[in-house]
């Protein structure tokens, strides 16, 4: 039998919960650099953003259950350690940053390359009929659309 539990095809489900613990990877740095954020920020935007990085960690977190969970769902298993995290992740490690714009164009850089891997997430997913995994990427690429457009027109871009 080539398809699993839930009638899709082994082998490339696959390849798409090795591309969901990639994403898992890239949201737990994500979410440590926002929690680094949220502690360090300073200046005239402190109160503003101080908050506003709280918020994103908190729906963070959220998505890494639920991207964890969708792993176990394709029965494959979720990434766990800060190694697997730094090993798999191209969101770069935001590290003392507590300029306002330097701290907003990290968030923006790193939900862009969330933004990517989505992407190749939610293809994958259409081609194989996995719509419980397409509906997360949907989902997530909406909301992280909105929050770029918001965050650079916090910039003035």
């Known amino acids: 039998m080539n398809k699993n539990i839930l009638g899709l ?3 490339i489900t696959k390849k798409s919960v090795d591309y969901l613990n990639s994403l898992l990877a890239n949201f ?8 680094g954020l949220h502690w360090n920020i300073k200046g005239k935007n402190f109160f503003d953003l101080h908050t506003k990085f709280e918020e994103f960690y908190t729906d963070s977190q959220i998505k890494i259950d639920e991207i964890a969970e969708r792993i176990l ?6 990434l766990h350690t800060f190694s697997d ?3 798999h992740s191209n969101v770069p490690v935001g590290k003392d940053i507590s300029n306002d714009e330097e701290a907003v164009k990290l968030v923006i850089f790193s939900l862009s390359e969330l933004l990517k891997m989505e992407r190749i997430i939610l293809e994958l997913s259409d081609t194989i009929g ?3 995994t397409n509906a997360m990427m949907s989902d997530f690429i909406s909301e992280q659309e909105k929050t770029i457009w918001m965050l650079n027109s916090w910039l003035g871009v």
């Open 130 to 132: 996995d719509e419980g």
């Open 28 to 35: 737990q740095i994500y979410y440590q650099n926002l929690r």
């Open 85 to 87: 995290y730094i090993a």
């Open 73 to 78: 769902t394709l029965q494959g298993k979720p």
């Open 9 to 11: 095809e082994k082998s």
